[in-house]
């Protein structure tokens, strides 16, 4: 089956320092991924929807400009969180749909656990 | 607003006792609904699309049923490998509305 890629899957970083984690489709082409983040016990929320070759559309609530998304080819999406603080600790999660259609599911990497310090 | 409510939040079975959990929604547009399983500390897995309703999937010991206010995951005998977070999610257009899932676990 179609596989998405997330690394790393855990990282530790120091508060104001930033973080960059990578999504790759890895048998399929992906000219829009799609980032989540998950705190526990809630459901997963979007934050932003990358786009090979263009802006990523971030979601309401969500700053730009502390989580950088970048779509630079058609298998491969980067989300870096910049300047991270204690709050931006949780479990960021990718996907992808490996079959054309906005009805088709999505399918997601493993996730990266952040634990800002 | 879309939304998705999922009952119950946890659930605890024996090896062997069935049982069904619950996604109830409101969208306008549904598209389709999925089922997703994740296990800790993983991303969620594809289980089913349903697309209308009176629309059923099976796979192995888990059957999926849609209605046009709710779908069913129906356990049948589970097995411990079973134990995971049971998500559903609505599709309209580009956006997916998630529930926040109903745990699972299976006592051997």
């Known amino acids: 089956g179609a596989v998405v890629s997330q690394h790393p899957s855990w990282v530790i970083c120091k508060s104001g320092t930033s973080v960059k984690i990578e999504c790759r489709s890895l048998?399929?082409?992906?000219?829009?991924m799609f980032w989540y983040r998950q705190f526990p016990k809630q459901s997963l929320m979007l934050m932003a929807t990358?786009?090979?070759?263009?802006?990523?559309?971030?979601e309401q609530g969500v700053e730009k400009d502390k989580f950088l998304i970048n779509h630079a080819s058609l298998t491969l999406s980067t989300l870096t969180v910049t300047s991270a603080h204690p709050e931006d600790s949780s479990f960021y999660i990718c996907?992808?749909?490996?079959?054309?259609?906005?009805?088709?599911?999505?399918?997601f990497g493993n996730g990266t656990r952040l634990t800002v310090t | 607003e879309d939304q998705v409510t999922q009952s119950p939040e946890a659930l605890r079975l024996q090896e062997g006792e069935s049982s069904s959990l619950n996604c109830s929604y409101t969208v306008s547009g549904l598209r389709g609904l999925f089922w997703y399983r994740q296990d800790p500390g993983k991303g969620p897995e594809f289980l089913f699309t349903?697309?209308?309703a009176g629309e059923e999937k099976e796979k192995e010991r888990l059957k999926a049923t849609l209605t046009k206010k709710e779908s069913f995951l129906h356990i049948t005998a589970p097995k411990p490998e079973d134990s995971a977070t049971y998500l559903c999610a609505v599709h309209r257009g580009q956006k997916v509305t998630f529930g926040i899932g109903t745990k699972l676990q299976v006592i051997p």
């Open positions: 048998d399929f082409q992906a000219t829009t």
């Open positions: 990358s786009n090979e070759g263009s802006k990523a559309t971030y």
């Open positions: 996907s992808a749909r490996p079959q054309p259609g906005v009805d088709s599911p999505l399918h």
């Open positions: 349903l697309y209308s």
